[in-house]
Structures are given as structure tokens and as C-alpha cells.
């Protein structure tokens, strides 16, 4: 395939710290590239600069000579009286069309993007809007390689599978940075995980997330091998050094001068190899036994003439994960309201135990206070947290939370989205509680985050109510999904039955069947195609070539775990990312051929 674009050597710093350095790798005409890695890696720093919006400190890019780009930001901007179909005209801009040319284009671009009102002025939009409408913008200037930065954010799931099927076989390229990992395994090809722990600065590998997983395994497991020799070879030198060495003769200089390097590279390997999850602590219960934290009986409301809910009952109980799922505009967030007590239903009652504890994260963080720096946030009035019953400083509360001792003195407006996110978490983790509400926390978060976040609400013993478009993460957590938007509202086992009794909902009906005709004579059937001779050969010859390639993926896996492998980082990506899903991929494809084969012979 043809190369789009190349980096070489590109480096990056912000704020005098270096986020990624020396990295080179290439595009290719029709990759679809997921990027990921952890908060302040410099994912939106990489995807900008490869799109032609940002700069870096070092390295070179280049691209292919006419090469059409085209960028959708985490954030929307859209003038102020512009509707729908100016924002989409004026996408437009500079492109070889006429006036009747882009109109056509423009009716398209509105029907994909399902606008229900093209007069509608786009900065008015809700979230999930904008970002179709920012992402159909640049669909129309049918771009070569498509950046695309966390695009599934504020979408809801409707939205997500709306994406999904734009990207499962598209015309063009693209980079994507999401941690959503069910949107990873459904349309990239090829991860890319942009991460200090890699020697490279990062590790791709081709296939889909859970191709992704198997290589991280074994790359982490020959670091921790390459630790143990580092340390062995450590402490025989160390022992040499100890013993009184001198640098008198070139032979000895030239030992000492290798062990300083034994020790540098072991000093390099453990910074790589303490990768640990982002944070690490869990949602503080109250411990309070009541059966029947809050029961909402034939709940509605209106807002602005048009319905949202009805007859709606609900019970939260300790133990209870409720997810809640529909579209923008559904009234997922007005229901929430309802059960916190800031707004009433218009029918229906709620009653809430004694001094129930509820705690909310809002996903728009108004809980933070941007003046503030994380320590104040964290810890107003010392440096000590009280945390279940025990104090942490609040340097190490911070810590386990995939924060720098160096930013304690930071200004909360000037954190990234996901250090945000991590903060208004980790306040929340303080306050002891009987029921979570939690809206949209996934936003923005690395997927270390996403899986300490994801363990803490698996393990709080209160009510748990989570609004995400994360399909992940509400399989993973909830034990129970109420779904508002679809008519009455519904309640299912998890977001899977949902999914299924939807799929079941909108499959065709079942043809009648036409009554039976006379039967008439029936012609002899042909016989099937027998084997051609090179066929009955390749038969007799196919367990010993699958054997064959068998041995060649057990081979390939033995030389990952060798030591000269495992310190030599470049080769050690070079098999897991090319030549194990290529040797994986001929065994599947014998298989296939074999089964083919014994069809056509029977």
C-alpha cells in the first residue's frame, strides 16, 4: 500500500516536559488507525501536528504531494447564526465544485447525518449534533486520511453505531483517538499505543483491540523478563565495582564503562516496567443496611410540550447498577434531577431512605472550580485527606491518581479533559455514600483510568445509577439498563439484551409461505463437482502444512520470550505487531481451506 503520510524523529513538549520523543512510523492508504495510550501522552498533540493544525518541537512530517486531510477536534465551533447548512456549504470552502455541485453534495451530506432541521443554527445544537455535524463537514471534502479526535465523545449510543458504520469500510484512512474499546475492535485495523513504557515511545500493533491486549501481554512480560537479567547482570557487576575495581588497564575502563549502562538500562526498564493503573482507589460506602434506598412510583414528565417519560417505576437498592441508556434528549439527565431532588415529576412519587447520601458527577464537571489548583481542590484546608477511616497526604492521594507531585500546584482550568475527569473522581471517592449518580464519567478518561474506574463502581456496595454511551463499560458494570426514548420505558438484563430484543424489534417479518404447488417431475440433479486431482493432492498435504504453520506461530512465540529478543525492542514489535498476526492468519486460512475442501469432496 501506498504511503499517505510519514513521521520522523517527531518530538513534542509542553510546559518543559517532554511527551513524546523520536517517533517514526508511516500512514498507508487505507489504514484505519486506532491511537491510544494514557492521559498527557500527547495523543491530541500527535493528532493535530500529523493533520497539519499543530506544531511539534522536533522531527519531520511529510505527506504525499496533493494529500486531501481532513481533521474533526474534540471541540465544535460554529459561528453563531450559521445553521446546519451553512456550516456544511461553507465545509465546502476551496473545494472544485459548482454551485449545483455542492448543493447536491450538501443534500447527501444532510441525509447522512440524519439533521432532523438543516435550518437549525448550529451553535445552538446539543452536543451529540454538533459533533455529527463537524464530523459530516469533513466527510464532504471526501478526505484521503481522516483525524479524528475522541469523536465519540457526547454522542450518545445511537450516535456511536451512526460512526461505527461510516468507519467499518470507508473510502479513506483515518486515525481515531478513542478509549472506547468496543469502537476499537469494530472498526480499526491496526492500535497504536502511544506510551512512555515502550522503548519506541509506542507500541502498534495490526488487528483490533483484543489483538492489541495479547501483544501489551507479552510485551510486558518480556520487560519483566528483561528486568530480571538487567538485575542479574546488576548484581554481578555491582559485585565486581564493590570489590575495589580500578580503571588501570582499558580492559577493566571498559567494563566499569558497561556497567554504568547495565544500570542506566535498568533504571530505564523499571520507570517502563511500574506501569501501573491510573487510579487505585475505590468509592467510599456509607455502610448503612437499608433494603429500599429510594422507590419512584408511576414517575412522568413533560418538558417544553413534548413527554419523556410515563408510568415509570423504580426501586434502588444496595447492590443495584442500573444503567441509563437513550438518546440526547431523552430525559436521562431530567430523570436524574427527579431522583436527586432538584426537580419534581409531574406525577408519580419518590421517597428516599432517612439521610440518604447521594453523590453526582455531572459530566460538564461544575463541580470543579477552575480558579483552584489541584492541591487546593483536592485538600482545602491542610495536606491531609481522610480517607475510610484512615489520612493519606494529599500528595499521595493525588499520586494514585495518575497525578504529578509536580502539578499539585497547577490551576484545575489548565488540566487536560481526563486529568479532570481523574480529579472530580477522586474528590468523589472522599464522600462516604449510599448512591452514586454518575453521568458521563468515562468521558475523556485513558483506559487505565477506565478500568480502576470501572472496578470502583463494581465493588461499591451502595446503589449505582450510570449514564454512559460507553457499551463497554455498561456491559462490564451494570446489572440492570433502563432504556427511556423508545416508548414506554423499558428495563433489561444488561445492555446486551437491549441490544438483541432492538436487533429483534427491527428484523423484517417472516415471509408467509406460499401454499404448496403440484408438485412437478424433478430434473436429475447435476452431480456436485468432484475434486480436481491438484485438489485431492492439496487434500492429502493439508494437516501436514497446517501442522507446519502451527509450528511456525509456536516458533515465533518462543523467539519473543528469548533474552536477545526480549532487550531488543524493535524486533520484539516487529514480531508481535507483523509477523505473529501474519503466521496466525495462515492457520486461520488453512483451516478454511480444508473445511472447503472436505465440502466439496463429500
Keep these: 500500500m501506498a504511503t499517505l503520510l510519514s513521521a520522523q524523529g517527531i518530538e513534542a513538549r509542553s510546559g518543559g516536559r517532554t511527551l513524546f520523543t523520536g517517533l517514526t512510523f508511516g500512514i498507508e492508504d487505507g489504514e484505519r488507525l486506532g491511537l491510544i495510550g ?8 500527535l493528532l493535530k501536528a500529523l493533520a497539519g493544525s499543530g506544531q511539534l518541537s522536533g522531527g519531520t512530517i511529510s505527506t504525499r504531494r496533493g494529500l486531501q486531510i481532513g481533521y474533526v477536534a474534540q471541540d465544535e465551533l460554529f459561528e453563531g447564526e450559521q445553521t446546519v447548512e451553512q456550516a456544511l456549504l461553507a465545509g465546502l470552502a476551496g473545494m472544485n465544485q459548482d454551485e449545483t455541485e455542492k448543493m447536491i453534495s450538501v443534500e447527501i451530506a444532510l441525509a447522512q447525518g440524519g439533521f432532523p432541521d438543516r435550518n437549525q443554527k448550529a451553535a445552538l445544537l446539543s452536543g451529540g449534533w454538533k459533533k455529527r455535524l463537524a464530523i459530516v463537514q469533513q466527510l464532504l471534502r471526501e478526505p484521503d486520511v481522516l483525524f479524528l479526535d475522541e469523536p465519540t465523545n457526547h454522542l450518545d449510543l445511537k450516535g456511536v453505531e451512526w460512526l461505527e458504520g461510516i468507519l467499518e469500510s470507508p473510502a479513506f484512512a483515518f486515525v481515531v483517538i478513542t478509549h ?15 506510551n512512555s513504557a515502550y522503548a519506541e515511545g509506542f507500541l502498534a500493533v495490526k488487528g483490533g483491540y483484543s489483538d ?5 501481554s507479552a510485551y510486558m512480560i518480556a520487560l519483566g523478563r528483561k528486568q530480571d537479567a538487567l538485575e542479574s547482570t546488576a548484581k554481578v557487576e555491582l559485585a565486581w565495582l564493590r570489590r575495589g575495581a580500578r580503571a588501570r ?11 554504568g549502562e547495565v544500570f542506566a538500562e535498568l533504571d530505564s526498564v523499571k520507570r517502563r516496567n511500574a506501569e501501573k493503573l491510573a487510579m487505585e482507589s475505590g468509592f467510599s460506602a456509607s455502610g448503612r443496611q437499608t433494603k429500599e434506598l429510594l422507590v419512584g412510583k408511576n414517575l412522568s414528565k413533560t418538558l417544553g410540550g413534548r413527554e419523556l ?11 443495584l447498577k442500573l444503567g ?22 409531574d406525577t408519580g412519587t419518590i421517597k428516599r431512605a432517612a439521610s440518604l447520601r447521594t453523590i453526582f458527577f455531572s459530566q460538564n464537571r461544575a463541580e470543579l472550580d477552575p480558579n483552584l489548583t489541584l492541591r487546593e481542590s483536592l485538600s482545602p484546608a491542610s495536606d491531609v485527606i481522610n480517607y475510610r ?12 491518581f495518575g497525578f504529578r507531585e509536580d502539578q499539585l500546584g497547577s490551576k484545575v ?3 487536560s479533559g481526563g486529568e479532570q475527569a481523574r480529579l472530580a473522581i477522586a474528590k468523589l471517592m472522599l464522600q462516604p455514600a449510599d448512591l452514586l449518580i454518575l453521568d458521563e464519567p468515562t468521558n475523556d478518561l485513558d483506559l487505565a483510568s477506565l478500568g480502576s474506574l470501572e472496578e470502583g463502581m463494581e465493588s461499591f456496595p451502595g446503589a449505582l445509577i450510570l449514564v454512559s454511551h460507553d457499551r463497554f463499560v455498561l456491559d462490564k458494570v451494570c446489572n440492570q439498563v433502563l432504556v427511556l426514548g423508545e416508548g414506554a420505558p423499558n428495563f433489561y438484563a444488561d445492555y446486551t439484551q437491549y441490544t438483541e430484543s432492538r436487533a429483534a424489534a427491527l428484523a423484517p417479518p417472516p415471509k408467509e409461505k406460499a401454499p404448496k404447488a403440484v408438485a412437478a417431475p424433478v430434473a436429475p440433479t447435476a452431480p456436485k463437482a468432484a475434486l480436481t486431482a491438484s485438489e485431492r493432492r492439496e487434500l492429502s498435504k493439508i494437516e501436514e502444512t497446517i501442522f507446519a504453520a502451527e509450528e511456525k506461530v509456536a516458533e515465533i512465540e518462543a523467539k519473543m520470550l528469548l533474552p536477545e529478543i526480549a532487550t531488543n525492542a524493535a524486533e520484539l514489535q516487529r514480531l508481535w505487531g507483523e509477523e505473529l498476526p501474519k503466521a496466525k492468519a495462515n492457520v486461520e486460512r488453512l483451516y478454511a481451506r480444508w473445511e472447503e475442501l472436505e465440502a466439496k469432496q463429500a
Excluded: C, Q
Design 389 to 400: 477511616e484512615s489520612t493519606i497526604h494529599v500528595t499521595g492521594w493525588a499520586k494514585k
Design 413 to 415: 482550568a489548565l488540566l
Design 38 to 45: 494514557p492521559n498527557g501522552a500527547g495523543k491530541s498533540t
Design 309 to 319: 417519560f410515563a408510568g415509570l417505576d423504580l426501586v434502588l437498592t444496595p447492590g
Design 212 to 216: 492489541f491486549l495479547e501483544a501489551k
Design 249 to 259: 588497564s582499558t580492559k577493566a575502563k571498559g567494563r566499569i564503562e558497561d556497567a
Design 180 to 194: 472506547d474499546r468496543y469502537f476499537l475492535e469494530n472498526t480499526t485495523t491496526k492500535l497504536m499505543d502511544l
Design 324 to 345: 441509563l441508556v437513550g438518546e440526547n434528549g431523552s430525559g436521562k439527565t431530567t430523570l436524574l434531577r427527579l431522583l436527586m431532588g432538584t426537580l419534581e415529576p
